[in-house]
């Protein structure tokens, strides 16, 4: 589950974080931010909230049972 | 002077935080070298973050942005919140198991024993220390840089030649004392406590420096107006392979020592979590404010509405400290100097101690056994080595200079080189010591032939067939590897279930 989770996330969000979409566009974002860094900053937005599902849904087991262990030492 | 002052009280409150540290160091190597594994989630993330912001985020960020615009956000930043906090999940916390279960304090320790190879340590060592010699450089140069640009004329009659700034070797020879006290109070547990004060400070006093900057020319959406609209775009300042092949660079954070160590801090797995969510956004925190104050100086202008604030011709270095020298009321500006400095020593005392650890652990007590020296011993074999590399690195600060963000990418370039050498270590069992031995020699050997194409980093714009060097070190380490690996004998059945038996 954990590998296939964290793989999918891998792969969807390496092809987005590409940006062939805004390369050329010098729009200003409420005459502040270049389209192009807008769209950086909601991508790293996005691969956090990713982090946060593989956290929440896919924490790899051998680390639960590493600190099972650890507990009971 | 104002500014010199607030960056003199900062490096005050350090020493006496090293010194409070102190009082909780227990006196032995375990607690110096890795806190005796007990840091939890706030202070590891903090002390992480930190490590991996240097002089390269702020002062080297502002430079790449005003040189070549808001690519380099994407270029670094964007693509680091997704990959650092890959290489903390794929190869940290399975080090940091593994290192927990097996008392690694270094990655040498667990490539020695993954490898079945002590003769690999001897190898990998002075790669490693070597490569952690150009990252000191970017520290101790962005620090000095700053320093300059923001006291220029506050002292006249003192630093004539410098036009009255305080002079780049004088504010390295301070900032590395004041680093060097500290640890050597408390080791990797004052590094963590000082690294968690000075990331908070460097995230608040970036905020100020943008906020005022973007005051004094007029609001946010008059300084972008002025700036350059083709530094608004990707296209023109960099190609789509650049772009692509910049990818390879964050994951040199697999690699560094010092982040190793970091891990290794660790209570528990579950300390990580924060880390691995908040990293990202704090990446964003910190250099979405430096791209725009580099975006926004190649369009800036002094309030008289004619005179560029920052001159043609200006060392990309020079750029942020004169944003803020030229922008700022002295208090702000000191302020904000202490924060880049903040950021740039919570780099450089975690690379301090792993750089005495490694030489400690990985040299001294392999060679002549854990019983030669006492605990005391050790820790001072440790300080005695990190003041050694720390003059070599003065040393090499007074020669001439590169810029901070092209010599960082080339720091970068070789542990990102070695990448698949910890990643084949952790995941692939037909792994072996050949093919460990090929895969450093010949990243190692690219990565030299390449920085000498480069003029040793004096070519910023450096590719190799139109892709960065990264890609072809970390290619032939990768390549090394698979063939030295598939024509040697595996390990040994032992070390396999000492370091697979656990991984789903």
Redesign the interface.
């Given at each position: 589950m954990?590998?296939g989770v964290?793989i999918t996330f891998?792969l969807v969000?390496?092809v987005l974080?590409?940006?062939?979409w805004?390369?050329?566009?010098?729009t200003?974002v409420?005459?502040?931010?270049?389209v192009?860094?807008a769209y950086?900053?909601a991508?790293?937005?996005v691969?956090?909230l990713a982090?946060?599902v593989?956290?929440r849904f896919a924490?790899?087991?051998?680390?639960v049972?590493?600190?099972n262990e650890?507990s009971e030492q | 002077m104002t500014q010199t002052l607030i960056v003199v009280i900062y490096l005050v409150l350090l020493l006496v935080l090293g010194y409070f540290s102190s009082r909780l160091f227990r006196g032995n190597s375990n607690d110096y070298f890795v806190a005796s594994r007990s840091i939890g989630p706030l202070v590891l993330f903090m002390s992480i973050f930190g490590t991996t912001m240097t002089a390269f985020a702020m002062v080297g960020s502002t430079g790449e942005s005003y040189r070549v615009g808001?690519?380099t956000?994407?270029k670094v930043?964007?693509?680091s919140?997704?990959i650092h906090?890959?290489c903390f999940?794929?190869v940290g916390?399975p080090l940091w198991?593994l290192g927990?279960?097996n008392g690694f304090h270094t990655q040498i320790e667990f490539f020695r024993a993954r490898f079945e190879s002590s003769k690999l340590g001897y190898l990998l060592f002075p790669i490693l220390v070597g490569l952690i010699i150009p990252y000191l450089l970017v520290g101790l140069m962005g620090a000095g840089s700053v320093m300059q640009g923001v006291t220029r004329g506050a002292f006249p009659e003192i630093f004539t030649s410098t036009g009255g700034a305080v002079p780049p070797w004088l504010t390295m020879l301070v900032i590395s004392c004041v680093v060097l006290y500290y640890i050597f109070a408390g080791g990797v547990r004052s590094a963590a406590w000082a690294n968690t004060f000075q990331t908070c400070v460097f995230i608040v006093m970036g905020f100020i420096a943008f906020v005022t900057i973007s005051s004094k020319l007029g609001g946010?959406?008059a300084a972008?107006?002025m700036a350059d609209?083709g530094k608004?775009?990707?296209?023109?300042n960099l190609t789509?392979m650049q772009?692509?092949s910049y990818?390879f660079i964050p994951l040199s954070v697999g690699m560094f020592p010092h982040l190793f160590q970091n891990c290794l801090t660790a209570k528990?797995?579950?300390s990580f979590?924060l880390t691995?969510?908040?990293?990202?956004?704090a990446?964003?925190i910190t250099w979405?404010p430096c791209?725009?104050i580099g975006?926004w100086a190649t369009g800036a202008v002094m309030p008289d509405g004619v005179t560029p604030v920052i001159p043609e011709g200006t060392s990309p270095n020079a750029v942020l400290g004169m944003m803020v020298g030229k922008l700022a009321t002295p208090i702000i500006g000191g302020l904000v100097t202490a924060g880049i400095m903040a950021a740039i020593m919570s780099s450089l005392d975690s690379q301090f101690v792993a750089v005495g650890t490694m030489f400690t652990k990985d040299i001294v007590v392999h060679l002549f056994g854990k019983e030669r020296f006492s605990e005391t011993q050790k820790v001072l074999l440790a300080r005695g080595f990190i003041c050694t590399i720390v003059f070599v690195t003065y040393l090499f600060t007074l020669a001439e200079p590169r810029s901070v963000f092209s010599l960082g990418i080339w720091c970068f370039s070789g542990f990102a080189g070695l990448f698949p050498l910890v990643f084949a270590a952790i995941y692939w069992r037909k792994a072996t010591k050949a093919g460990a031995y090929a895969a450093v020699i010949g990243s190692a050997l690219s990565w030299f032939i390449l920085f000498r194409e480069s003029d040793y980093g004096a070519n910023g714009s450096y590719l190799v067939g139109g892709v960065m060097p990264v890609a072809v070190i970390f290619a032939t380490c990768a390549i090394c590897m698979v063939v030295g690996s598939l024509f040697t004998q595996a390990p040994s059945q032992e070390t396999l279930d000492k370091f697979f038996k656990?991984?789903?």
């Amino acid at each position: 589950m954990s590998k296939g989770v964290v793989i999918t996330f891998m792969l969807v969000l390496f092809v987005l974080h590409q940006d062939f979409w805004f390369r050329d566009d010098a729009t200003l974002v409420l005459g502040i931010l270049p389209v192009g860094l807008a769209y950086h900053m909601a991508f790293t937005v996005v691969a956090a909230l990713a982090w946060l599902v593989i956290v929440r849904f896919a924490w790899p087991k051998y680390l639960v049972e590493e600190e099972n262990e650890g507990s009971e030492q | 002077m104002t500014q010199t002052l607030i960056v003199v009280i900062y490096l005050v409150l350090l020493l006496v935080l090293g010194y409070f540290s102190s009082r909780l160091f227990r006196g032995n190597s375990n607690d110096y070298f890795v806190a005796s594994r007990s840091i939890g989630p706030l202070v590891l993330f903090m002390s992480i973050f930190g490590t991996t912001m240097t002089a390269f985020a702020m002062v080297g960020s502002t430079g790449e942005s005003y040189r070549v615009g808001i690519a380099t956000y994407g270029k670094v930043a964007s693509s680091s919140a997704l990959i650092h906090s890959a290489c903390f999940f794929l190869v940290g916390l399975p080090l940091w198991a593994l290192g927990k279960r097996n008392g690694f304090h270094t990655q040498i320790e667990f490539f020695r024993a993954r490898f079945e190879s002590s003769k690999l340590g001897y190898l990998l060592f002075p790669i490693l220390v070597g490569l952690i010699i150009p990252y000191l450089l970017v520290g101790l140069m962005g620090a000095g840089s700053v320093m300059q640009g923001v006291t220029r004329g506050a002292f006249p009659e003192i630093f004539t030649s410098t036009g009255g700034a305080v002079p780049p070797w004088l504010t390295m020879l301070v900032i590395s004392c004041v680093v060097l006290y500290y640890i050597f109070a408390g080791g990797v547990r004052s590094a963590a406590w000082a690294n968690t004060f000075q990331t908070c400070v460097f995230i608040v006093m970036g905020f100020i420096a943008f906020v005022t900057i973007s005051s004094k020319l007029g609001g946010m959406q008059a300084a972008s107006a002025m700036a350059d609209p083709g530094k608004a775009v990707r296209a023109g300042n960099l190609t789509e392979m650049q772009f692509l092949s910049y990818c390879f660079i964050p994951l040199s954070v697999g690699m560094f020592p010092h982040l190793f160590q970091n891990c290794l801090t660790a209570k528990s797995a579950k300390s990580f979590r924060l880390t691995l969510v908040a990293h990202p956004i704090a990446i964003m925190i910190t250099w979405i404010p430096c791209i725009l104050i580099g975006l926004w100086a190649t369009g800036a202008v002094m309030p008289d509405g004619v005179t560029p604030v920052i001159p043609e011709g200006t060392s990309p270095n020079a750029v942020l400290g004169m944003m803020v020298g030229k922008l700022a009321t002295p208090i702000i500006g000191g302020l904000v100097t202490a924060g880049i400095m903040a950021a740039i020593m919570s780099s450089l005392d975690s690379q301090f101690v792993a750089v005495g650890t490694m030489f400690t652990k990985d040299i001294v007590v392999h060679l002549f056994g854990k019983e030669r020296f006492s605990e005391t011993q050790k820790v001072l074999l440790a300080r005695g080595f990190i003041c050694t590399i720390v003059f070599v690195t003065y040393l090499f600060t007074l020669a001439e200079p590169r810029s901070v963000f092209s010599l960082g990418i080339w720091c970068f370039s070789g542990f990102a080189g070695l990448f698949p050498l910890v990643f084949a270590a952790i995941y692939w069992r037909k792994a072996t010591k050949a093919g460990a031995y090929a895969a450093v020699i010949g990243s190692a050997l690219s990565w030299f032939i390449l920085f000498r194409e480069s003029d040793y980093g004096a070519n910023g714009s450096y590719l190799v067939g139109g892709v960065m060097p990264v890609a072809v070190i970390f290619a032939t380490c990768a390549i090394c590897m698979v063939v030295g690996s598939l024509f040697t004998q595996a390990p040994s059945q032992e070390t396999l279930d000492k370091f697979f038996k656990k991984k789903d």
